[in-house]
């Protein structure tokens, strides 16, 4: 037996920190979280994804009062990009919600948008920086392998 030990690095920054583009991104996703559809959670997110061809795409979760029929704010974004610009890497994706008309102080994307921000990762080939955009502090990730260092994949369908 064994123990191995995976470590993840955040940069934790404010917005005056990021680039002027990256600033962008995180007020992109945070004007478009007061579109989200959230009648039953009151749990607005918004995302922004930046593509490699300058174009900010965005989305806003859409609930359902049939759970799980509605979506998250990343997925999508991440599938309007993909189904619009289809062959046009992602750069970078920023999240963030508001609750009870603040936003929130941080945030983090559930397991389902993990293994979707993975996914475009092997599907371009690069990493897809993250920022997780809180009130104070954004977490700034190099890659979604820094959410998800097990996710599952294509070399997992192998034989």
Known sequence: ????????????CSLHELSP???LLCEAAYEVAKNAYAPYSQFNVGAAVLLANGQVITGSNQENAAYPSGLCAERVALFYAS??????PVEVLAVTAVTAGKQVERISPCGGCRQVMKEVENRYKQPVRLLLCGREEILCLESAEDLLPLSFGERDLLL
């Open 21 to 23: 583009r990256e600033r």
């Open 83 to 88: 189904s619009h610009y289809p062959g046009i």
């Open 1 to 12: 037996m064994r123990k191995d030990r995976i470590e993840t690095t955040i940069t934790i």
